[in-house]
């Protein structure tokens, strides 16, 4: 039976502004309050859906137009200089052994830019997995992968923040079996069934399915979508909060700019153990504020949410941006120290590094 989606959880969320103000991040105690406003009950896995052409609407910042098409034109260059580039040789790369693991284990390893391996509940879920040399119209990698695709458990699920080349890659992918579940936001289940994939779940934002006990909630971001020439926001784009039975929870930005949503995803899912949250890809300001935080803001989501870790990502990986390349991580651990928070809470891992959440 087909769904036929009227997108109220995005109505929700536009709607939810009266009752949660842009201010309110989540206390100490809030972390252990419920959820505001309650968490939606899980949709069935693989369900087929209807959804609007466009997701315009969801946009929290108007898309380039011509002036600033010529202004990027006119000024400015996406790639750092050659001093900028220097310190490719120093960026931190050290693959290790994936952590030993059981149901009750809570691990996230970094195989680059928004790549993840996370181990929660008993289950292994990749986050918008990369493991190809280059991505389309950008140069190769300036690190490599940090864990071996042959040293990857089984896959059991897949998430996707949208569909930019540099998030969703089709020769990673492929090496995947097509029965392996695979969780997409609303409009881009289509992509993954012509390619034969036969367990795929969209969802819009705070719409949440369920996979042997770990929940999985797609939550929003600021950002877009676009693969093609004709496809601009015909899909969504967000993060996703990961709940295991016992209600340890690791919150995936994906790709976003710093704004309100964070704050009221701190709201709706309070306790978030670790955040895993971008900080690179973010020079210049003019251009890219509206969609990728800068080290500082990425330090303030993470206080917004109500983390308590924060594990930087998507820098160090590919040259996207103008920035020096190791400068987003002097910057995130200068401002990590200026906020006053316990250096042993930032998991600044190096690409192919692993850390294990406590129980506490």
């Known amino acids: 039976m087909t769904q036929q989606s009227t ?16 201010t309110d991040a989540p206390t100490a105690a809030s972390s252990f309050a419920p959820p505001f406003p309650p968490l ?18 969801r946009l929290t910042a108007p898309l380039p137009g011509l002036k600033a098409m010529a202004r990027f034109a006119r000024e400015g260059s996406v790639r750092p200089g050659r001093e900028g580039l220097a310190d490719i040789p120093k960026l931190p790369f050290e693959p290790g052994p994936l952590p030993r693991v059981d149901a009750r284990t809570v691990a996230v390893s970094w195989a680059g830019h928004a790549s993840w391996v996370v181990r929660i509940g008993g289950l292994t879920v990749l986050t918008d997995p990369v493991w190809s040399r280059r991505i389309l119209g950008t140069p190769a990698r300036i690190t490599p992968v940090g864990i071996a695709w042959s040293a990857l458990p089984r896959v059991d699920a897949v998430v996707i ?4 080349y540099d998030h969703l890659d089709a020769p990673t992918l492929r090496r995947l079996p097509r029965d392996t579940p695979v969780f997409v936001p609303a409009g881009l289940a289509g992509w993954f069934r012509r390619r034969r994939f036969t367990q795929v779940t969209e969802l819009d934002w705070w719409e949440a399915a369920e996979l042997d006990g770990v929940r999985f909630d797609f939550v929003p971001a600021h950002h877009w979508s676009k693969r093609t020439l004709t496809d601009t926001c015909r899909s969504l784009w967000g993060g996703w909060v ?3 039975p016992d209600g340890q929870r690791v919150h995936f930005a994906g790709d976003t700019g710093y704004g309100h949503w964070f704050s009221r995803i701190g709201r709706r899912y309070p306790g978030i153990d670790l955040t895993l949250l971008p900080i690179g ?5 003019w251009w890219l504020s509206d969609v990728h935080c800068d080290p500082e803001e990425a330090v303030r989501a993470a206080q917004d949410l109500g983390a308590r870790r924060m594990a930087p990502m998507h820098w160090g990986t590919f040259v996207l941006s103008a920035e020096p390349v190791l400068e987003p991580l002097t910057r995130v651990r200068a401002a990590w120290e200026k906020a006053g928070l316990a250096r042993e809470d930032l998991w600044d891992l190096p690409v192919g590094g692993s850390r294990v959440l406590d129980r506490a």
Do not use: I, K, Q
Not at 161 to 164: A, E, F, I, K, T
């Open 7 to 22: 997108s109220t959880a995005g109505a929700s969320a536009a709607g939810s502004s009266t009752t949660v103000r842009e």
């Open 40 to 57: 939606a009950e899980p949709r069935p896995l693989g369900e087929r859906r209807v959804w609007p052409r466009t997701f315009h609407d």
């Open 161 to 164: 923040s949208h569909n930019h």
């Open 242 to 244: 990961l709940t295991a």
């Open 281 to 285: 890809a973010y020079d210049p300001r």
